[in-house]
């Protein structure tokens, strides 16, 4: 099902990702899946930051803009959506005002896209919903190489915020219950200030690493991007994008920016890069629209999501043509 | 076919105006329109401005805006879209920059709305879409009574920008070309200064009313709603709201804005208090959304397009009531 | 306490409310509010509501812009902070995702200041803070006269968001808990569309007057502040103001925006006309500064806040020279 | 000399105060100024302001704004620059740094306007520009009616910010100097809170008048612009604008805004309705365009000039008639 | 004629184009620029956009913020105005809604200024305005080299939007018409998606040579430009500035963003390391001040065009220098 | 005295710059200092500004944004409050339009701080305030070496706008009051035009580098950053950070902005590298909140004196364990 055409697109004044087809679990059950390559879904929520929320919005208005991006990717030499069956799977339905339901909710309509074969493409809502996104595919998958784009570790610890489940905590839950492969944490653009000196210890001592805005600067994107590549090798990896990873100056519609981040430039370039990957997920998350000025964060999230489609779309040419 | 509940909303991640059911003539053929009272259908056309465009994007602004307003009107002691069939019509398809044929589709697929028995709420894009759209009620119809809310006359002459097409003209080729029944253009929130001392006179000579704002402070708009409820009597009516006619301390998000306008209670209420007439169909245009703060002309235009379904609401109530 | 002058808050680089000195229970203990007759108090909680989050960072940015605010009221003829031993008492603590905790700790903190006989000035937040503050203002006095400034009418049930308690549900809460004396709710301004015909029915059988903007505009707002006036005679009053019940235009810092609101003026004087009525507690609920403009919303807020604590002073002159 | 047609004023590219004729006192000497009827000058200077500056930038911002007025005023019956020679004055050349050059050098320039027999109309920058205008005036008129529209007394003392000169103390320095004369002293608009009880007593000695917002709203703008009307009769007229008279929502875009003010609507027909006063002068200050949204308040300053402007021409066409 | 003092500007209150004096060919003929080395001209056409619009303000918002570029350039050591003849040309006149015709008045208009030897600097308006400059430019030199800073390649079909005319064609005319020399055509900072495989086989059939971001970041921009110097030698150079072939973060006012172009830096690095060539042309496009924060966009742009005209002032300067 | 935990901080809702305990000399004598390593004082002051004015709120702004700011510096590994004794204190209370009192004032209350053992990190207000701090700091410490971040070079002359004293020339009076030890000023981020060809001789005859935006780019921020540590050596180092050094994309919020400066990750690893410098003083100019968005450089300033923190933290550290 490839992106429909801006004809269709003005002709019915509606907005799906990319101008992909609509489809409901809810309605049509396991067929709105079937055949399907990657679904994009959105999940509005924001309950669970710290700071300035507004992502809930993130879903609605990512779709509105998405629609600006044309499918033939120059640098895979592909076109994304003739290569690869996606569809856009509406947002998951949850009750707003709890978070723990909510993650349920998550994880089994997440299970749904993995069980149907499909690669889970999920836009957030806050980085909290990670958490459960990745439990529906460690179930699948087993233990996830990760790679993390994000200003902050977000592994804290309850006590900070007298809560286990936030946009802080997404990382040491998936640790603690196995989710992450031992030594297949790939932290990017990390660099906010720590609230005491033992926060980066969970990560580093499951192997983690973290590459440092300073060493992408040293050494270049694509050497980042190739290091990561070699080391998950063909673990079935997940990419968690906090759209804070890049500098507010490029991303400045979120919640908690810390600057100094990546460059739009070097955030598309590390994922071009990742070609080959066995991915399986995808999050982008964090993007507060009212916070935004000219969409720029917008369309940086759009391209952000588009690249990780064109992994998945490569992986799928490189494949089917290996069948042939 | 009522609104869809918010969880339905939610879901689909797809917003259509005030969460109705999507229907498309080009896909369906006449059974879209079948048993409709009311299409909302969008025309994202703003190259016919004069200053400062972007009223292209409404529609689509809108329709995410419009999901907020529920549906009973307490004023009038109904559910709008229990009452009344309507449906998200989609936008007129057109090609970008061709206002010739752009108007001729406009006039043709507002033609199928109205051939269904069903009435036209055209979201624009600028004040120039709203000569077809009288164009093709006025076939149905026959001269039509027009009650316009506008900061301007809207009555120029070819002469001024070297077009005789465009957002300052939609009324001058109206009452030209027969649309507009003698006696029965009702203007209302016009203030901006004129090009020259002629510029009132067509209007003037056809019979028109201008109901100034200074008379909206010293009569209170129930007086000017009364007076032009009197006026129209039984005539098939048509409401053009441009939203400039509203001040723009209430409605930044337009191109030409004139101080001094109505502010929103008098806008809606205006509305409200015209109950009872023959409404045939209506446009809202001339928001332009990249110039609004914080969706305040989005929330307002939602609110009179509501209004407007409104009274086609009431007007069958009533009439079913009467049948009984 | 008066206002400390504008060289101390210049000095000093930080900003408390109306430039009143600090105080803080939690290390002080009751000294903190001996002898003072208000106390103005922040409640940074905004995860309750339903559209557009971020009035939790209203209490810091109103403390900022209400440092403009001179303090003799010329309509009264008085120093308000002369007057009134006013005083900022900091912001009530609370866990960040937990709702039932920080409903008790509200509740709780504003106990102790009424315990120790001064007002409390409630600056939210969200709409949801109202509950445990008429809670702990009722189990004082009795069930409150409530005059109720809103866009809504917040008696929506439990049904609609899967939450009974939320901003949309304060004042149902507060009528079926015995907090609302019969026949003692005054609301003004509102003015959202309903989601079913009987949502007005719960506060209009509890003898409940519904203030709308067109009764507003036929009969002038000092009309409408008389008939609450003589409706609350002596009776305890609350003062709960969400500041959509102004119209977006002047308070586009807001989350759930509904135009045809009162203007600034007319809530201003609402206000002063109260003056002479037993005030035993006051919110601002609901500024979300991320989505105001040049602060109009914030200063309009703290005109409110200012409005509020001079009717306080009014009442205490009057009382004092009646007294003598 | 006429307004310069739209096609001249997109051909070279500068946007002239109304697109008028710009003319250049220093270097074509009096001449400049010869045959004019009114002068348009700009004075870009906002040190002198209390809170938030950037008024500096307004003369600029106004010039691009006004091109956007066409000049037949329909309420007066006439076009306003070709009844009127008008023309741009440039700006008023000054010292950056140094408010007392620069109070000179205002009443230099603005007295060879006067000299020439033109009306100055000045364009802030912050309102202590007002004071020197208002002494080169005086010494041609004498002491003159003021109608001064403002949120703010302005006749603050020096004690308050340990400097005389500044945008809060004009008219203190004006009655002082005996530029104002007795009981001629209108003041429009004024609702700031005082910084103490005798605030006011400066321009009531001095028998002025306060019309407050509230008055304004009782017996409405008209009866107000009568009652100024009537007091100042044949006496030689300043208008004074600060634009922050008006309110917040209509006009965001100044440095101490105080909600509750006139609306746009109530701030162009209060000067509307002064037609036939001898106006000797005007300015229209506080305008920060930084602090605007959409232009807003760029559109109503344009107005607002523009309706002085009208009024001078409404006085030159009366009295040429009766000449006749 | 040098930039004229900033006393000057500040005195007239207009402000051309880096304070420069202003000529009108259509008033003056010939002698307008005669005897002129540059001439700076605004084309406010942006009818020809496929998203958002607004570019039609950038020549009046981009000659206010070029007042602030002074002109000693410390990298290649000159005056810029002093060494260069440069002159506001004001704006190309054209009827607003009229591509055709303004295509062929802007054709005409750049005729004149090149007929009198002078080299166009040309601030859009759209990029569809670069097709007529650059047929005025190749009916005197012939076919040009051209290096075009863009995100898109500018070279799509008719088919697209219906229509062979618009703002994503203008390369491909110029290399159907030959107005681009065989292997001559430099794009830079290229990086949207394609909507078909073919998209950039036009140019590359052309032996154009797309110079990517990722090219950019790995070489460096000085290299870029050196390959671009070399290659270009001696031929008639245009240079095509499409500012969105900056990144949005450092140009968030274009119509089209798209996320990982060129730095402010590196766009302004690329022109000054182009220093030698034989400039004969150039135009500035696509910024929409209205989208713009805090004049960034602006800024940038005024500051593109500054060294586009020291590319020129340093030609003449080492011309001159040789010729002696 | 390290940071307050969070909970204090929402608790008092004051916002002291980094949740530092705050202390006031003029109140508490010499005791508000005794002990302290580091005093953060605010200078609200900007009339010195030839542009857009705005910075006088940047401390206010600052302190409630660098509350989010966490205390443990992972790149240096050490918590900088707890190592460092660090105090708000306040800010330098002056006459708000008498500059030169306002110096003296300056001067004086920074020597108290010197005075007292500790370094001042001074938030402005504008560049002018830079001079009176070095003149406190020279005073106790002799000619200082500088780092000075800035688009501008900052030695203009008094010519050029009436005055000597303003914020383009502090670095002139600096160098010529002999404040600035020769050949120990490092001007990095250099890169605005100038208004003659002689603007950079006096820096460079008293022996000034400029580490332009070109060798940033070339050699990398830290080998540039290392060429200042190797020339600093053990000279005491005054840091004067002008935030329009960096980038308008990164900086917006400031009122000279010139395009291709320091990204923020360039910024802060400049301050990062010099680790180990003898920092005794250290200033934050050029903030203009009003012109800021979503606060992205407030967040930027927040860091960057925390990074200037750190230093300090370094050195004091790195001193006490070589005490040991």
Known sequence: MPQQPASVYLRHGQTPFFRLPVVDFAAAGPAAYAGADAIVIGVPWDASVTYRPGARFAPYELRRVSAMVQTYHPGHGLDVFTTLDARDGGNVAFPPFNAEITRALIEQEIGHVVAAGAIPFVVGGDHSIALPVMRALAAAHGPLAVVHVDAHLD???????????????????????????????????????????????????????????????????????????????????????????????????????????LSSREALRLLRELRGIQLVGMDLVEIAPALDHADITLHLGAHVLFEGLALAAVRKRDRDAADE
Chains 1, 2, 3, 4, 5, 6 share one sequence.
């Open 155 to 261: 592994t804290s610890t309850a006590e900070v915020w007298s809560e286990p489940y936030h946009h802080g905590t997404p990382f040491r839950h998936a640790i603690e219950q196995g989710l992450v492969a031992r030594g297949a944490l790939h932290q990017v653009g990390i660099r906010a200030t720590w609230g005491g000196a033992d926060e980066g210890d969970l990560a580093h001592e499951h192997g983690g690493v973290v590459y440092s805005v300073d060493r992408l600067a040293d050494e270049g994107v694509a050497a980042v991007a190739n290091a990561i590549y070699s080391a998950v090798g063909d673990q079935p990896v997940y990419i968690s994008f906090d759209v804070d990873g890049v500098d507010p100056a490029f991303a400045p519609g979120t919640g908690t920016p810390v600057p100094g981040g």
